[in-house]
């Protein structure tokens, strides 16, 4: 037995999403949406289901998916790739999975900023990876030049990113990206730019990918995912976007963890990535109402909230609420005796957590939203 897995704990998604339906209560934790689907991309792929192949699909993906995200990134992006580039993976899970397999040698150093996806470093270690962390913390959860010359070193061989940030909910600037693209072409660096929220944007921000910037793309391993695009998590269609030279170590490690995605699924998504622009404009745009009709009514409730740019989360500051408890103690008295379900963001954090702030899902409808604040208002009068 490995003990690098052996002795993780349980991803704080699934202890939250499980304490949550054992205590019946309201879900804000686990980032899924309970609306906005696009019914067309349903249709497609209950068709495709009926009539297409329920075979393996091939390796790297259905050509028509391979040829839809790099139509997409071009009209979207302004990326000029091929489909020589593109790998389909089963979730951007894998595609990160894949991505570190293929790209870190034991004893490369690895830099990441924390907080962090919850993957990153279990997939780091595991490829025998060593991880150099870079802290961010609230409220402005900047990246500046000190904090990147610190962490980096001879070893350094990969970066890992997100873009829009989970938990955070920070669209970084293009200040903070050319920071980063000078250090990786300064030091020959990959850099691995988890971008599966590019969609989720709001208050007229777009996403700048890393690979479009002068100097990136042929060290940039781009990693996107149509769960997000199409409110469909449940799907687990991923994608990566990398140079040849690397797409084909990548494509190797895909082979050997799941080898295909389901076909029916993927031309789905191929369709789905065709869609207008009233489509994703529209998606914004709703989810930038749900997340001001959340952070309205936490507001109401006496909760202090930090900016959200992008993504499904909001987060409450405890301190600033009057809340004198830690993030891990406030979720799990509110999912057990409030019945609401949130995420401590010091989960995030290898060492030295922020530990005042509590991440909420608001993409969720009205309803979900007006009760589960409700409930939030309860958890907090637990500690009053
Ligand atoms: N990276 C980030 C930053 C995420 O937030 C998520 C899911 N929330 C993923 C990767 C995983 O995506 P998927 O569900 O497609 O595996
Ligand atoms: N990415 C989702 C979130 O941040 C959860 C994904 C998962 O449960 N593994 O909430």
């Known amino acids: 037995m490995n003990p690098l897995f052996a002795n993780l704990p349980t991803s704080i998604f699934a202890h939250m999403s499980g304490l949550a339906a054992e205590h019946r209560a309201i879900n804000l934790g686990q980032g899924f949406p309970d609306f906005g689907w696009p019914d067309d991309v349903l249709d497609t792929a209950a068709e495709a289901l009926r009539s297409g192949s329920n075979q393996y699909a091939p390796m790297r993906g259905l050509p028509e998916l391979r040829e839809a995200v790099v139509a997409h990134y071009g009209k979207h992006q302004g990326l000029d790739i091929s489909p020589e580039e593109v790998t389909v993976t089963s979730g951007a899970t894998e595609a990160l999975a894949a991505a570190i397999l293929a790209l870190v040698t034991p004893g490369d150093e690895v830099l990441l900023f924390q907080p962090l996806y919850d993957a990153y470093l279990p997939l780091v270690r595991r490829a025998g990876g060593v991880p150099r962390l870079v802290r961010l913390m609230p409220p402005d959860w900047r990246i500046t030049a000190e904090a990147l010359e610190e962490a980096v070193t001879e070893r350094t061989r990969l970066v890992i990113f997100n873009n829009p940030h989970n938990p955070t909910s920070r669209l970084f600037g293009a200040d903070e990206l050319q920071l980063l693209a000078?250090?990786?072409?300064?030091?020959?660096?990959?850099?691995?730019?988890?971008?599966?929220?590019?969609?989720?944007?709001?208050?007229?921000?777009?996403?700048?990918?890393?690979?479009?910037?002068?100097?990136?793309?042929?060290?940039?391993?781009?990693?996107?995912?149509?769960?997000?695009?199409?409110?469909?998590?449940?799907?687990?269609?991923?994608?990566?976007?990398?140079?040849?030279?690397?797409?084909?170590?990548?494509?190797?490690?895909?082979?050997?963890?799941?080898?295909?995605?389901?076909?029916?699924?993927?031309?789905?998504?191929?369709y789905g990535l065709g869609k207008a622009d009233a489509y994703f404009d529209g998606m914004r745009a709703n989810f930038a109402g749900a997340r001001d009709a959340m952070a309205a009514a936490l507001g109401e409730a006496g909760f202090v909230t930090l900016p959200a740019q992008g993504s499904y989360f909001v987060s409450i500051d405890l301190d600033q609420s009057g809340i004198a408890a830690d993030d891990v103690t406030f979720c799990e008295r509110a999912v057990r005796e409030a019945g609401v379900a949130a995420i401590p963001v010091s989960a995030f954090y290898d060492a030295d957590p922020a530990t005042n702030v509590v991440r909420l899902c608001f993409a969720k409808q009205p309803e979900t939203i007006r009760a589960g604040v409700e409930r939030l208002q309860a958890a907090k009068a637990l500690f009053q």
């Not at 002068?214 to 995912?225: D, F, I, L, Q, Y």
């Not at 769960?227 to 050997?256: C, D, M, N, R």
Request: hydrophobic residues 45%; contains cysteine; aromatic residues 8%.
């Open 182 to 270: 000078d250090l990786c072409i300064r030091r020959d660096l990959t850099i691995l730019s988890d971008e599966v929220w590019e969609h989720i944007v709001f208050d007229g921000g777009t996403l700048l990918p890393l690979a479009g910037l002068p100097g990136m793309r042929e060290r940039t391993v781009k990693v996107g995912s149509a769960g997000k695009i199409f409110s469909l998590t449940g799907w687990k269609v991923g994608w990566i976007v990398a140079p040849p030279e690397l797409s084909l170590p990548i494509s190797k490690a895909h082979q050997y963890t799941t080898f295909a995605t389901p076909p029916n699924l993927q031309s789905a998504v191929a």
